[in-house]
């Protein structure tokens, strides 16, 4: 076979192992530049591949999603319950402060501190911005153009592809702002990733009893 060419079975079989072996969401144009480099496949073809895969793992106990930062491999929602006890201690916890604050952030961005402490009711520490930016949840966006310019934050892809959305139109709805609860518990029975996680810290000390 010459080396700029492959077979459909071949390059399915390439696309999937490289999704378990690079343990990381994969875009069309990263499979394209990176896990196929020196070989002639179109975006259209591989685009066909990673639709073909979906397919075969719709039945599976593990199934190919699409997030906000590319495909990848993730159990089947419903299995969560069951499968809770074999990752429960490694399961980063939050508390009510943090995911408060970034659900703020994530349905009413872009927002000021400022912003965050009138809906919430309390201040914020500094401590709660520094984790969720260190986890590269919320990013700053830019300043209001008021006394002090203060930040404005937004969420991030990285944020999207964390609680396994490809949008911000994916969010759960809320009645209102107070029901930030949902957040909470979307977080919760998120679905176990097939994939290295570099941005679930552990719980700190300030988390846990800033509620």
């Known amino acids: 076979?010459?080396?700029?060419?492959?077979?459909?079975?071949?390059?399915?079989?390439?696309?999937?192992?490289?999704?378990?072996?690079?343990?990381?969401?994969?875009?069309?144009?990263f499979i394209k530049e990176d896990v196929?480099?020196?070989?002639?496949?179109?975006?259209?073809r591989i685009q066909q591949m990673l639709n073909e895969l979906q397919q075969d793992y719709q039945e599976r106990g593990v199934q190919l999603v699409k997030v906000a930062t590319g495909y990848r491999f993730q159990t089947l929602e419903i299995l969560n319950p069951?499968?809770?006890?074999?990752?429960?201690?490694?399961?980063?916890?939050?508390?009510?402060a943090i995911m408060e604050t970034l659900a703020v952030i994530a349905y009413r961005q872009p927002v000021t501190r400022g912003d965050i402490e009138q809906i919430r009711g309390v201040a914020i520490s500094s401590h709660?911005?520094?984790t969720l930016a260190d986890r590269q949840w919320i990013k700053t966006v830019g300043?209001?153009?008021?006394?002090?310019?203060?930040?404005?934050?937004?969420?991030t892809t990285i944020f999207l592809s964390y609680f396994g959305l490809?949008?911000?139109?994916?969010?759960?709805?809320?009645?209102?702002?107070?029901s930030l609860q949902a957040m909470f518990e979307h977080a919760q029975?998120?679905?176990?990733?097939?994939e290295a996680n570099?941005?679930?810290?552990?719980?700190?000390?300030?988390?846990?009893?800033?509620?």
Do not use: C
């Open 1 to 29: 076979m010459a080396v700029n060419t492959i077979g459909d079975i071949q390059l399915k079989q390439l696309i999937e192992a490289s999704l378990f072996v690079l343990a990381k969401p994969l875009t069309v144009k």
């Open 36 to 44: 196929l480099v020196g070989l002639n496949v179109s975006r259209a």
């Open 82 to 96: 069951l499968l809770q006890p074999l990752w429960q201690e490694k399961a980063p916890k939050y508390s009510r």
């Open 128 to 130: 709660i911005i520094k």
């Open 143 to 155: 300043h209001k153009e008021v006394a002090g310019r203060p930040a404005l934050y937004a969420t």
């Open 166 to 178: 490809n949008r911000l139109a994916d969010l759960p709805a809320l009645s209102d702002i107070e």
């Open 189 to 194: 029975k998120a679905p176990a990733v097939i």
């Open 198 to 211: 570099t941005n679930a810290l552990p719980q700190t000390k300030e988390e846990s009893t800033n509620e």
